[in-house]
């Protein structure tokens, strides 16, 4: 399995020093922002800002992006055709017919509504892709527990378990060979999810038991990497603000 | 049934431990139980009274205890915490209250210490096992305790990555810098490090403690028939004789490639014959490409180039039932395997109901009886346990092909022979048998070809045995 | 002298977080989240416009917002475990869902998480942890409807929720039953409560 983590150049860059706080404050402000409006102007406006701000100040290769960014395209021509499809608008004889086969009529109304939640789906990927390439998660849970003070011993408790991610992948892929070679068909028998889930909580356990026994979870911590606000968090805070009102003055 | 019974030592200031004993005899057990962790996190029932640095550890809170005693297990990827090197070395320290300032000048020591100097920064998920192993052994130094626990830290490591393991270990002994209590099966790598021995019998009873070589005069017989791995045993002539009963060759790999992620290839250009009733050895240190190679053989992988052919057939392409009556492998993980809830569930997963009339036999020649394990979860064996319940779900089956990845790890000397015994037959009545492997006495005892691999490549020993026209 | 060393049962819910729940919850969301990502073929292949027949099987999603509950047995549990399940898909590829899928995480988590505040976290039974699962649905429901379905039309989403409740009790909150049946026969929840 590939864990999509940021290369050392990204860390490095520009977008890279910004906090990882500021940066999913951002995110999800985009978020909010791009769900105020149905309109197809500005998620291509915040997509087109993402890619850019990723480009040019992150050092993301362009073809890193597009590789993030590809598998959900797909989702989002489904679920911009859904809309289309089944638009309240499509049953209102008022509104002018776009297109018309057989018993379906698409209106223009529902077209470009569906139009605007497909690229809604595409910025938000965006936006997603590019925050994941640029921000290590150490630093994303250091800055949580530090910054917004989120409870210590679950932010690193998290942190920890993700570093299973890969294990856990090549788990599931093994449960899937032993039932092949044993002469069971079925290679996602419910059966592998148990197998997973046993595997998955006996490692968790362990590694608890690791923690415990390196002395997680004393009364008092101190901490080695410090994380603090800098000039770079009020820039790129500035400059993200300007982006989503910028994108939803477009709207109609 | 205790798992452990009437253990009984006492270990000065400074001094190193070494437990020996079967498996199941409860060495993990009492490596939980000095770090405090047995029975506070894990539960059953005790009696009697361990006392470290003059305090009890079941009325020692478990920070102070973590204060005092490092413990190291078998796995290592189990017990690396952060995502980067430099940062899980300073998880403890942290936990431990260090300012920062002396955190700054301690972590590099400590990494150091372990060998790991140049790679701080690197994601701990992409070390190879040894490197993760001692990382781990890193993270539990840096606060420096006064007490180090290792539950077989090599049992994962190939030899080269043991080595520079035990090497580290005996630096920390010799400036008696911990007192250590060491697990180990691989008594020749450890048996140099040890001021004291304590051996455990099969019931959870020891044997006998004392200095190294009191104890093997006093008790030497008495260890070797419970199984126990002794430095001096000697090597004898292979089990049987390497030699090929057959021309026909049962499985072909011409220029196979395969790599998990794009660009990186674990195997690369392999071509290997395999005739039927031979043996193999598949050695190399770890991330060569041993399992994976197995794993193309049996068709569980299909390569990304080259073909590989399993009696004339790609096992790739081959039904389930078709491929199992074909091949049969045992994973490296003796765990991730496991489908079933119970051993006996375990065994006769797939089986057909003719076939399971052999069960009871190989559970009792694997030193796993139905009457006591058959109803147990496969999960809560001991490790050797595991290892021999996954070697008899694919023994089971009469298969012309057998892949073992790392067959005999974690097995005391009965579980050993009793293997081999059981391959030896195997070999008799024709059955190919593929062994990757760390255990330089199973690629002696198997007697059979040797072929090396290293970053994806064989790198010695041919591809192709007698079958090769 | 023998001291069994144990759980304690008692009538008042333990609110204390022992490492081990910690690591054991978030593992689960892990696992999950590990799942997802090999599933998504699948999930794509049941058809991107076939939305209600996509909604039944969302009850997959809502699973760790049930299962770790159950699990851990400890106040936050369906928040903590449906976090990192959606933290997960912010850093692995196969599901760039990007910042929205902490935020369905949230609701997602947060729904469940309110009817087992409700019991006070004494009762992990059937029926709680059936409303705790369709609860969990209707925010997953109320979430993908604002974000994603804003233009269709009242009828169809009413059809989708259905389908995603029906999904939710017998995915979510029954195979989480059975999935923590399965592992306590395993012997994996030995330090766990029954
Ligand atoms: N969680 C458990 N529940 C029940 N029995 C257990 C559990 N853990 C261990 N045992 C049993 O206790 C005994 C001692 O186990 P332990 O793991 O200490 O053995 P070991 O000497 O370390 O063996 P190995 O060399 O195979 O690792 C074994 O018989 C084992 O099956
Ligand atoms: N599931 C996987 N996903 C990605 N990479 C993998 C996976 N399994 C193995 N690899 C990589 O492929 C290479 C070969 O691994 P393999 O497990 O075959 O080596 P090995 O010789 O069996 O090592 P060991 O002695 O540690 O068992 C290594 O670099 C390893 O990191
Ligand atoms: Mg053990
Ligand atoms: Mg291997």
Known sequence: ?252 | MPALRDVSFTLDRGECLLVLGPSGSGKSTLALAIAGLVPRELHGEWFGRLMLDGRATTETPAPDLAAIVGLVFQDPASQLVMERVEDDVAFGLENRAWPRPEMRLRIPVAIAEVGLRGLERRRSTTLSGGEQQRLALGGVLAPRPRVLVLDEPTANLDPAGAEAFVERLAAIRDARAATIVLVEHRVELAWGLADKVLALGRDGRPIDAGPPGDVLARSGRRMATEGIWLPETPEGAPASPAVVRSQRPLVEAADVSFGYVPGRLAVEDVDLTVAAGERLALVGPNGSGKSTLGLLLVGLLRPDAGRVRLGGADPSRLAAADLARRAGYVFQDPEAQFLAMRVRDEVELGLRPSERAAVPALMDALRLPLGEFGERSPYTLSGGEQRRLSLACVLVRRPDLLVLDEPTFGQDRLGYDGLLDILSERVEEGTAVVAATHDRRLVHDLGGRTVALDRGRVVSGTGHGAAAA | MATTYGQAAGAVADTHWRTRDIVVAAIIGVAFGVVFIAWNGLWEAVGAVVLPARSLIYGVWLIPAVLAPLIVRKPGAALFAEMVAAGLSVFLGGTPWGPDALLSGFVQGAAAELVFAFTLYRSYSLPVLVVAAVASAAGAWIHDWVLYYAETDTQTMLLVGGAMAVSAVLVSALGSVALARALRQAGALEGFPD
């Open chain 1, 1 to 252: 399995m590939i864990v999509r983590s940021p290369d050392e150049l990204s860390l490095a860059s520009p977008l890279g020093r910004v906090r990882a706080v500021t940066k999913l404050g951002l995110a999800l402000a985009w978020l909010v922002g791009l769900a105020l409006v149905v309109d197809p102007r500005p998620p291509i406006v915040v997509a087109l800002s993402a890619a850019l701000a990723g480009v040019a100040f992150g050092a993301i290769r362009p073809a890193a992006l597009f590789r993030g960014v590809a598998p959900l395209s797909l989702a989002a021509v489904g679920v911009g055709v859904f809309n289309a499809l089944f638009s309240a608008a499509n049953g209102d004889p008022l509104q002018p017919v776009a297109l018309s086969v057989g018993p379906v009529r698409l209106t223009e109304v529902a077209l470009v509504g569906g139009l605007a939640l497909g690229l809604r789906i595409l910025a938000i990927a965006t936006v997603g892709v590019v925050f994941a390439l640029t921000t290590d998660s150490t630093a994303l849970v250091d800055g949580l527990v530090q910054q917004l003070r989120v409870p210590e011993r679950f932010g690193y408790g998290a942190l920890a378990a993700y570093q299973a991610v890969p294990r856990l992948a090549a788990n599931l892929a093994t449960l899937r060979q032993a039932r092949r070679i044993r002469g069971l068909r079925g290679s996602w028998h419910p059966r592998i999810l148990v197998g997973l889930l046993v595997l998955a909580i006996r490692h968790g356990d362990r590694l608890a038991l690791a923690m415990d026994a390196r002395g997680f979870g004393s009364a008092r911590r101190t901490r080695y990497r410090e994380v603090r606000w800098g000039p770079i968090d009020a820039l790129a805070l500035v400059v993200g603000l300007v982006v989503i009102v910028a994108a939803l003055a477009t709207a109609d």
